[in-house]
């Protein structure tokens, strides 16, 4: 059976639609390490684990996304490891909400707002995220009382999908349904370019409770793992 792209969803991303960010070689690939974290093997043999090592610097770190458990080569260890979940947007289920998300308070986000987003990020945790996310997809945000008040955009792309990521809230401006209206913008953007939106969440997030009422279904559960090298 062939394996489902978002199975290896980083993998997928960077021999496809990011394919001009990728480092490495035919076994073993990662983003530059200024713009994420994420690298990817091609499949679970040895001479993948090994590739990816030769990569790494000793001490040097990246994080693989993977529906199966990853198989680990000697030099390389796993410095965490989370549960997570895959969501892939059920379009029927979705497209009940779009026509009354018009944007309206929503902002694009470009490199001079790069600082407040880091820091909206590393106050909130959403996930692995740079000042140079800008670089691999687009984000909006919501402006209150002069700052970033919450903010969502795209990440990793392969044929047929785009990933809605980065939905995040400042802790003073929660309750007021802005991940919620984010979420659906930013998913309306990729379904009108004929993509299907998907994401992830750490499993346990009270936030899958919100991607479900808006149209996201489990496709299957996901590892997070941070590897080191040395």
Same mark, same amino acid.
């Given at each position: ?70 198989? @680990? +080569? &000697? ?5 965490? #490891? ?6 892939? %947007?059920? /379009?029927?289920? *979705? $497209?009940?909400? @779009? +026509? &009354? ?5 929503? #902002? ?6 790069? %600082?407040? /987003?880091?820091? *909206? $990020? ?109």
């Amino acid at each position: 059976m062939t394996a489902h792209p978002l199975d290896r969803p980083v993998w997928a991303a960077l021999t496809s639609r990011h394919a001009p960010l990728a480092e490495g070689g035919p076994l073993a690939k990662r983003f530059p390490a200024d713009i994420l974290p994420f690298a990817a093997l091609r499949d679970d043999s040895p001479e993948a684990g090994h590739a990816l090592m030769a990569m790494l610097a000793p001490g040097a770190s990246v994080v693989l996304a993977e529906a199966e458990a990853v198989r @680990l +080569p &000697a030099g390389l260890s796993p410095a965490s #490891v989370a549960e997570a979940v895959q969501m892939v %947007a059920d /379009m029927p289920a *979705l $497209a009940r909400f @779009l +026509p &009354a998300e018009d944007g309206a308070g929503l #902002v694009p986000l470009g490199p001079s707002d790069a %600082a407040e /987003m880091l820091e *909206l $990020a590393t106050l909130t945790r959403p996930g692995p995220f740079s000042v140079k996310a800008l670089s691999v997809g687009r984000f909006w945000g919501v402006r209150l009382e002069g700052r970033l008040a919450a903010m969502a955009g795209e990440r990793l792309r392969q044929p047929g999908f785009t990933e809605l990521s980065g939905v995040c809230t400042h802790p003073d401006f929660r309750g007021r349904g802005l991940a919620r209206t984010l979420s659906l913008f930013v998913a309306a953007r990729i379904a009108a370019t004929g993509d299907a939106p998907y994401l992830h969440a750490y499993a346990g997030n009270a936030a899958i409770r919100l991607y479900e009422s808006i149209g996201f279904r489990l496709r299957c559960p996901m590892r997070i793992v941070t590897v080191r090298a040395g």
